[in-house]
């Protein structure tokens, strides 16, 4: 794969994360959430100011554009399945501008090629957070990282499966959207390694995911920053539209 091709797939998961589709859905509405409820573009906001099912469309909209181009990239290149090509070497995916012989180094090359199709899942993430059409002033990444774990098929599919019900059991029973995210994000390396472990992928590629799941959930503890001082004073709202009316 050339640097060209790897910088468009970098390029096009970025542009498709930072499609603000609460913003988009509110202003078709004839409302700017930006002006409402927490003033966030993302899917609770959007269920806070237009509705539960408005907000649960936003929801399942912002995992699809993380799962897209990490699934997209991972089958194109064949580092999606349950016996992907970077377990003999890495060679169809690993990063553009490295060669590496399949005989002469496999675990490299396979570490190599998780981290350049971590490169392009992460990008979605980031433009969901840090969207240059609205100023780099986004949502906080919690659904659109669910969707890029998911699109890690297998060996992240089933621990975003687990952190997805994480999520919704806790924002059912307290109705704290953010707690629930942070719960879940939280959950995220633990069930990386364990999953790495069960699928036998090499100490690279495990190194690799767990990284990554530790970034992104770092970022999405980040984004929450101000959620986590209200819950802890006890001020955090409750989004009412994640229970069932």
Known sequence: MSITAWGLWLAGAYLMGSVPFGLLIGLAKGIDIRSAGSGNVGATNAGRVLGRGWGLFCFVLDVCK??????GYGLCFGLAGMDPGITQGGQPGAIPGVTLGVESSPELGGTLAALGWMTVASAAVFGHVFPVWLKFKGGKGAATGLGVLLGFWPVLTLPGIASGLLW????KRTGYVSLASIAAAGSLPALALVSGLFW?????EIAVYVGVSIVLALLIAVRHRNNIQRLRAGTEPKAGWTQKE
Do not use: D, E, V
Not at 200 to 204: A, L
């Open 66 to 71: 993380g799962l897209a181009p990490t699934l």
């Open 200 to 204: 036998s992928r090499k100490p690279g």
């Open 168 to 171: 919704g059991t806790i924002a």
